[in-house]
């Protein structure tokens, strides 16, 4: 492994300014590993991070769901236009607002469900606790994913008694749907979440510290969650409010504790076998965990133009002049945001580059063409955008 000490320094002003606590960074190219780390696992005790510092990777679990949700599709144990409701009837009641400015009583019957390519695609109708509309406020107000003791059962059927934002395919938006497939998974495989994703994911590939828990033993080493406060510019324990996704529990020594977009735990090196294996779909051992051409419907945008630009709003967006949707150089596949237009991305990225990131300021991608993958973590809410984006354009830079 080799350091890139100029890239420490360029992302540690960041940390310096109070930006972040700390952060931790790999870039694999070819066979060459390098990697970086500065700062902190906790402010308060000055606790530095470590090489194995642990984080919640929040929605850096979708892909990890996405892979074992199309490993079932190659293995025709369920297709892709499916609807919901053949595995999961307390769907069959689903609702949709008569248009997304109702009132939650202004609804409709659902004529067509969504199908599970739908909820790959983020084009099902749901929405997100964070989102500024009905259903988001909705989602808030009955405090899905508030729990930390719930199953995944329990709360996708909270999710079903609320009604869809808009009808399924109309438009593409960034979802609880995840949730909705994760749960499809554990009533096909009648098994948990976890033990699916240890059996189909994590042994092979060897990823022995990405769980839904932590062990007691290792929990000195989880990097502790700040939210950046823009009115003080500085790091605070919690910024209080409704409809903040930081209101979603992630309990580190809950063992049936699982969700489908996000609650997985992970560490860098963990996280990068996984963005290894997604150019070829083989472990290290060449153990095939996803066929190529299954892969190739995973990275590639699937989605038609009249669902573009994409775009994730939340209820504190301010679209002021500074404000940047960075989504729209990029479309989406069954399970990955992918590079479209790199002319729109500053010219950085190589066409089909394809990723994505968490919550809490975690960001992973991978980029077929360089034969390369790059993941930085650290654990902010409300995060600057300025640390990946010059993560992002010193590799687009330098290699």
């Known amino acids: 492994m080799q350091e890139i000490k100029e890239l420490n320094q360029l992302l540690s002003k960041y940390v310096d300014q109070g930006c972040f606590p700390g952060f931790q960074w790999q870039i694999n190219i070819d066979e060459k590993i390098y990697n970086g780390k500065y700062g902190l696992n906790n402010i308060e005790i000055k606790k530095p991070v470590l090489d194995n510092s642990i984080y919640r990777i929040w929605s850096m679990t979708k892909p990890i769901v996405a ?19 053949t595995y999961l009837p307390e769907f069959k009641n689903l609702k949709v607002l008569i248009d997304e400015k109702a009132n ?5 019957d659902v004529h067509e469900y969504p199908t599970i390519k739908d909820l790959l695609l983020h084009t099902a109708g749901f929405s997100y606790n964070s989102m500024g509309d ?67 994911i994590f042994n092979p590939l060897e990823m022995h510290e990405t769980r839904f828990s932590v062990a007691k033993k290792s929990e000195h080493r989880v990097m502790e969650s700040y939210a950046y406060d823009p009115i003080k510019s500085k790091l605070t324990s919690y910024l209080p409010g409704p409809q903040k996704l930081h209101n979603y529990q992630y309990p580190t020594n809950e063992e049936k504790f699982a969700r489908g977009g996000h609650g997985l735990f992970s560490t860098i090196k963990d996280y990068s076998i996984f963005a290894n294996m997604l150019h070829s779909g083989k472990s290290k051992n060449g153990e095939i ?111």
């Open 134 to 200: 009905p259903i988001g406020k909705e989602y808030d107000r009955i405090e899905l994913f508030h729990s930390d003791t719930t199953t995944l059962e329990t709360e996708v059927k909270k999710i079903a008694k609320v009604p869809l934002l808009f009808k399924p395919k109309k438009k593409w938006r960034y979802s609880v749907s995840m949730d909705v497939l994760g749960r499809i998974i554990e009533v096909v495989k009648n098994d948990s979440l976890q033990n699916i994703l240890e059996i189909e």
């Open 104 to 108: 939650l009583d202004e609804i409709e």
């Open 289 to 399: 965990i996803i066929n190529p051409q299954t892969l190739k419907m995973m990275n590639s945008n699937a989605l038609e133009d009249y669902y573009f630009p994409i775009e994730i709003t939340s209820v504190d967006t301010v679209k002021d002049e500074k404000y940047v949707n960075d989504l729209e150089p990029y479309g989406w596949g069954m399970g990955f945001r992918t590079l479209m237009e790199p002319e729109k991305n500053k010219n950085l990225g190589s066409y089909g580059e394809f990723g994505w990131s968490g919550y809490a300021a975690t960001y992973f991608l991978v980029d077929d063409k360089k034969n390369m993958s790059a993941l930085i973590m650290t654990q902010v809410f409300n995060a600057l955008p300025n640390l990946q984006k010059d993560f992002y354009k010193y590799i687009y830079t330098n290699f």
């Open 67 to 85: 892979v074992v949700a199309m490993q079932l599709i190659e293995k025709k144990i369920i297709k892709l236009e499916d609807p919901i409701t």
